[in-house]
């Protein structure tokens, strides 16, 4: 079953607040990757882990790799209307992309202009 | 540039019907993977495929089947359609290495009644 909790399930902001969202699991994880899905689409990579403490941007994204690699968190800053859908974690245990992903339940994230 | 494709985008089945659903992809890659999304559920693995010839049970394998039909083709097949089945499916696929995430699909939305 299920091995990632990611929390929170939902969140509804104001246009500009900063969001976050993380990750845990009782397995270790060599990589760690958080997608976000847009309606009607399938789930895009937004950005990829693979060392314990790592700490990764990408634009108004912030990504870190949990040092006892059972965790990982996700932080959204200034928050804009396109930053809306859900929002995934998904661990994996293989070492360079081997193996399978297992994914969190998803965070549906509603940004209020 | 297609990425991966993924057909039909929609269909509705009625209880025992059989139906394939088709993947292609065009990255060259060798992993490809069959999920299914319910609400609150995130992203569950059906079947995957580590390489062309192989392919092995995920974490819901019950009802479906799959063929690994060459490197850029993974199909996945329910024999006889049932309620539980109502999903959206995706099809994904993946290289090996750092810096390769999954490409997913965008989706195909089924319905048994």
């Known amino acids: 079953g299920q091995q990632l909790n990611q929390s929170p399930q939902s969140m509804f902001i104001q246009e500009g607040e900063d969001v976050s969202m993380n990750c845990t699991s009782s397995?270790?994880?060599?990589?760690w990757l958080w997608y976000k899905q847009d309606p009607g689409e399938g789930p895009v990579l937004l950005i990829a882990?693979?060392?314990?403490?790592e700490l990764t941007s990408n634009g108004r994204l912030t990504a870190q790799f949990g040092i006892t690699r059972k965790d990982s968190f996700l932080n959204i800053s200034a928050s804009i209307p396109s930053d809306v859908g859900i929002y995934f974690c998904?661990?994996?245990?293989?070492?360079?992309?081997?193996?399978?992903?297992?994914f969190g339940q998803g965070t549906t994230l509603q940004v209020k202009p | 540039n297609a990425g991966v494709t993924q057909t039909p985008k929609f269909q509705v089945l009625k209880t025992g019907q059989s139906m394939t659903l088709q993947c292609a992809q065009d990255?060259?890659?060798?992993?490809m993977y069959w999920y299914r999304q319910d609400p609150g559920m995130g992203l569950r693995l059906i079947y995957y495929?580590?390489?062309?010839?192989?392919?092995d049970k995920g974490e819901v394998p019950n009802g479906y089947n799959v063929s690994r039909l060459n490197k850029r083709e993974f199909s996945l097949r329910l024999e006889s359609a049932a309620p539980s089945q109502t999903s959206v499916y995706f099809c994904?696929?993946?290289?090996?290495?750092?810096?390769?995430?999954?490409?997913f699909g965008s989706g195909t939305r089924l319905t048994v009644v």
């Open positions: 994904a696929s993946s290289g090996t290495g750092e810096g390769y995430g999954y490409t």
């Open positions: 397995s270790i994880f060599n990589t």
């Open positions: 882990l693979y060392k314990a403490g």
């Open positions: 998904a661990g994996q245990k293989g070492s360079g992309n081997t193996g399978k992903l297992i």
């Open positions: 990255m060259n890659h060798n992993s």
């Open positions: 495929s580590a390489s062309e010839g192989t392919t």
